[in-house]
């Protein structure tokens, strides 16, 4: 048996039956189709930073990422950069920062490794890594065999795809391949990012300095020195919603005051004429203040989204503080809020699904 919690950025979880590091794209293929073989669960385990594991643990083998290996080509006027499921993230996007490369800058300070990239449709101050990516290296669990995914193929959508949704335990990613922009300019699509950089260059560099400034003030950057980073990042999804349900919303909260006279709700346009709302906000205006806390599970003082643990939680804590947070916001507002992070050892996908 081996504990998780050290695996994971919530630091909560109980322990796993058998824990296999794979340090090549053959020990992670073998080591997935060794437990599919002896008809046991596996758990691909990557940086641990959308993880949510249960109490109990998780009964099955944890095949656990560690490939290396980055490859950069040019093929026409973009630059192909081929990484393994197994890097580090945030070290990925800092070293093409430095190559020039644009198309990733606005993802720096997102932990976690590539492999969860495509999984998650990762996306941060404008910029999705679906922008970029061209192909997705997998094995094929159910076929036997390794396959590249093009881009088209992935059914990418806002913080979605075909290896969370309906193909989620039939793909195991073993390497991305993104597109980037030589010389291109920096993405400056978010008001917050924007103003952030008022009166500076807006050069790649300077947008990936202004991301990681803004995640680690609201403590989305992992930090040792910043309780507030121990968490599962944004524990909700930005939910999407009909214009219907947005209006209700945004007419409840005014009744209700928690939207003032001359103040309008944050929404943004989504694809098939719905409407994206912003989950923080939400859940701010249905009067769950920041720092909120039920036993060692809290919401994070920094940002309204995050459910940190602020020492000795346990996953029964932090799914209680979930359900709380999400009751508020439908009984004030009328909209129901999504998790985010993949749960392991629990009876379901979503375990809050039932409440």
Not at 223 to 231: C, E, M, R
Not at 272 to 287: M, N, T, Y
Request: charged fraction near 25%; include cysteine; charge should be neutral.
């Amino acid at each position: 048996m081996v504990p998780l919690e050290g695996f994971t950025t919530l630091r909560i979880g109980g322990p796993a039956r058998e824990l296999v590091e794979a340090t090549t794209e053959g020990d992670l293929i073998d080591a997935v189709r060794e437990a599919d073989e002896r008809g046991d669960r596996v758990l691909v385990l990557g940086g641990g930073s959308n993880l949510v594991v249960a109490d109990a643990g998780f009964d099955g083998r944890v095949a656990r990422v560690a490939t290396r290996g980055v490859s950069l080509s040019r093929e026409g006027e973009r630059v192909a950069v081929r990484a393994a499921a197994g890097e580090p993230w945030d070290a990925l996007v800092a070293r093409l920062v430095d190559e020039g490369l644009a198309g990733v800058e606005c993802l720096a300070g997102i932990p976690g490794l590539v492999g969860a990239t495509p999984v998650q449709n990762v996306g941060a101050y404008g910029q999705e890594v679906s922008d970029t990516i061209t192909r997705v290296r997998a094995w094929d669990r159910r076929d036997g065999r390794v396959v590249e995914l093009a881009a088209g193929q992935c059914d990418f959508g806002y913080r979605d795809s075909l290896f969370k949704r309906d193909a989620r335990d039939r793909y195991v990613v073993l390497a991305v391949t993104f597109a980037l922009r030589p010389g291109g300019a920096p993405a400056l699509r978010y008001g917050e990012l924007t103003r952030a950089l008022e009166g500076r260059d807006a050069t790649l560099a300077t947008v990936r300095d202004a991301v990681v400034s803004l995640r680690r003030a609201k403590g989305m950057v992992l930090d040792a020195g910043d309780p507030d980073s121990q968490s599962a990042g944004s524990f909700f999804v930005n939910p999407v919603v009909d214009e219907d349900t947005a209006r209700g919303a945004e007419a409840r909260a005014r009744a209700s005051g928690a939207l003032r006279e001359g103040e309008s709700m944050p929404r943004f346009a989504a694809p098939g004429g719905r409407v994206k709302l912003a989950a923080g906000w939400l859940i701010e205006r249905a009067g769950v203040a920041k720092g909120t806390r039920l036993g060692n599970a809290a919401v994070s003082q920094k940002h309204s989204l995050a459910l940190v643990n602020r020492g000795g939680a346990t996953a029964r804590e932090l799914l209680a503080l979930a359900a709380m947070v999400r009751d508020a916001v439908r009984a004030r507002l009328g909209v129901t809020l999504t998790p985010e992070p993949v749960f392991a050892g629990f009876d379901r996908d979503d375990p809050l699904a039932s409440g």
